[in-house]
């Protein structure tokens, strides 16, 4: 079975994107078997007639030559805009396994869509058909068992909104608007981390439409192999439908603290960064802190005369009693030999919703973004020179570097028991490159590259965090994310989804 996708991308499109009507020729063929493939009963179907053979679809069908089509094959990384052959919205788990078994019937390769915000570009592509189970949205909490039924399309926030009514939370991003399976079956990182693991360690149940169009549990003991693969691969196997997680007990109300640092070089950023370093290695799994670099904004709460200057933010959240939460902050807030004075500083209490909500909106849809993380085994003096030198020279004023606090929780299972291989890290870098304008892609992508690269020349390193490894695919980019894990993923791969169809939504 062929997945290639032919290049529709035309040259004076600054976006690489391919036009509308190129695609729908393309995939004339295609899309006419899509129909009868939907249809499911065998009746032919008169397309010229009644031009209606979306409705024979259990949700909504949107191809190239609709009306909708730009707004339907929009993602949030501009970067990775693309012309997929349709856009499908089932609304049932059914419905997502006639998109699967179509995909079959058509050659169609398929990336599943959740909330659209792959960084890595994993929700589109040129000449597939694109899954979206954004408009499948349930929640239910069962606070006596402690565990959350998810629906694919549901938000972090949502999410949170729904366990934290019962004080209950599953660590889960840092975002809201972000959607909980994408984040989850990459990995994911968040504040709750250190204390209770990454998003897809407490996963203890996925249900997925496999290549075969049938729907299959994966838990720790039924169908381990998939159970093990999903939690950091998990698009390359399947569209999940259905997600348990296991849910632990929050404060009220959680410590946080955000201080703003003035740099003035290199120097500077990497004095603050050792003293962070030896500062986390003495702290509880409870507490979560990390740096990062930005430009001090024009705004109030600022100094006026320090706007567009470099300063390294400390960004601390403490997953436990708010007391002690503080008391562990506090070090944090105060780095500097000499006593810094913070250009900026927020510390309070606050509901574990609102934490949550503290950058959310911070990466505005359509803008581009290519990340790339480096997971680190210890963050040496090498790396923090290194890193504080990428810090000191951002290409541009979106462009940043964050040190991500790994160890606690994280290292507690080992680096072969999911998809995830960095469970040995003391930190991950992530080299976060944001930019508006299509002209400038090559040299912020360059950026990113570089400083990953660099890091790898210097440091032992474990893997990337797969929710932030770059937009490359193909074997070599797979070994770079995945490491020592690489070659059982590809076994199981094979297994379960031998001829590729789920190769749009994945490395694998």
Same mark, same amino acid.
């Given at each position: 079975m062929n997945q290639e996708s032919p290049d529709t991308t035309t040259g004076d499109d600054p976006f690489g994107r391919a036009d509308a009507?190129? !695609?729908? $020729?393309?995939?004339?063929e295609a899309l006419a078997a899509l129909a009868d493939a939907l249809d499911g009963d065998g009746t032919p179907v008169d397309r010229e007639a009644t031009g209606e053979w979306r409705t024979l679809f259990p949700g909504d069908v949107v191809t190239p030559d609709d009306?909708?089509?730009?707004?339907?094959?929009?993602?949030?990384?501009?970067?990775?805009?693309?012309?997929? =052959?349709? %856009?499908?919205?089932?609304?049932?788990? @059914?419905?997502?396994?006639?998109?699967? #078994?179509?995909?079959? #019937?058509?050659g169609l390769g398929v990336a599943t869509r959740s909330g659209g915000h792959s960084s890595v570009g994993t929700s589109s592509g040129d000449g597939v058909l694109v899954c979206d189970v954004g408009t499948m949205q349930e929640v239910a909490v069962d606070p006596d068992a402690r565990t959350a039924t998810v629906d694919p399309g549901v938000t972090i926030g949502e999410l949170d909104a729904a366990t934290t009514a019962h004080g209950l939370a599953t660590p889960q991003g840092v975002a809201p608007e972000v959607g909980v399976t994408g984040l989850t079956l990459g990995g994911g990182t968040g504040y709750l981390s250190r204390a209770h693991g990454l998003a897809c360690d407490r996963l203890a149940q996925v249900d997925l439409i496999?290549? @075969?169009?049938?729907? %299959?549990?994966?838990?720790?003991?039924? *169908?381990?192999?998939?159970?093990?693969?999903?939690?950091? @691969?998990?698009?390359?196997?399947? !569209?999940?439908? #259905?997600?348990?997680?296991?849910?632990?007990s929050v404060p009220g109300e959680l410590a946080m603290c955000d201080t703003w640092f003035p740099v003035d070089g290199t120097d500077d950023v990497a004095a603050l960064l050792r003293e962070y370093r030896d500062l986390l290695r003495e702290a509880p799994r409870t507490t979560n802190v990390s740096p990062y670099v930005t430009r001090v904004p024009d705004e109030a709460g600022f100094p006026d005369d320090r706007a567009g200057d470099l300063a390294l933010c400390v960004l601390g !959240?403490?997953?436990? +009693?708010?007391?002690?939460? #503080?008391?562990?902050?506090?070090?944090?807030?105060?780095?500097?030999?000499?006593?810094?004075?913070?250009?900026?500083?927020?510390?309070?209490?606050r509901p574990y919703v609102d934490v949550q909500a503290y950058l959310g909106g911070g990466s505005p849809a359509d803008d581009h973004y290519y990340w790339k993380s480096v997971a680190v085994e210890t963050f040496t003096d090498a790396l923090v020179d290194h890193t504080?030198? $990428?810090?000191?020279?951002?290409?541009?004023?979106?462009?940043?570097? !964050? %040190?991500?606090?790994?160890?606690?929780?994280?290292?507690?299972? +080992?680096?072969?028991?999911?998809?995830?291989?960095?469970?040995?890290?003391? %930190?991950?870098? *992530?080299?976060?490159?944001c930019w508006s304008e299509p002209t400038d892609d090559d040299a912020h992508r360059e950026w990113a590259r570089e400083s990953a690269d660099r890091a790898r020349d210097v440091g032992t390193v474990t893997g990337e965090l797969p929710?932030?490894?770059?937009?490359?695919?193909?074997?070599?980019? =797979?070994?770079d994310v995945y490491a020592a *894990?690489?070659?059982?993923?590809?076994e199981t791969k094979r297994r379960w989804d031998p001829d590729g169809v789920f190769t749009p939504s994945g490395r694998l």
């Open positions: 009507a190129a !695609v729908a $020729r393309d995939h004339a009306d909708r089509y730009d707004e339907a094959r929009r993602v949030w990384n501009g970067l990775c805009e693309a012309a997929p =052959a349709a %856009v499908a919205y089932p609304t049932t788990a @059914a419905g997502v396994a006639r998109v699967v #078994e179509a995909a079959r #019937e058509t496999t290549a @075969a169009g049938e729907r %299959v549990t994966a838990t720790a003991d039924t *169908n381990p192999d998939l159970f093990r693969a999903v939690r950091g @691969a998990g698009g390359a196997f399947g !569209v999940a439908v #259905e997600l348990e997680f296991d849910l632990v !959240v403490h997953g436990g +009693d708010p007391d002690e939460g #503080e008391r562990a902050l506090a070090p944090f807030r105060n780095l500097g030999a000499d006593g810094v004075d913070p250009l900026f500083e927020y510390a309070d209490r504080a030198e $990428r810090m000191a020279a951002l290409p541009g004023d979106e462009d940043t570097v !964050v %040190v991500w606090p790994m160890g606690g929780a994280v290292a507690d299972l +080992d680096a072969g028991a999911t998809a995830v291989p960095e469970r040995d890290a003391e %930190v991950v870098l *992530n080299f976060e490159a929710n932030f490894s770059g937009t490359e695919r193909g074997d070599e980019a =797979a070994r *894990n690489y070659e059982w993923l590809r």
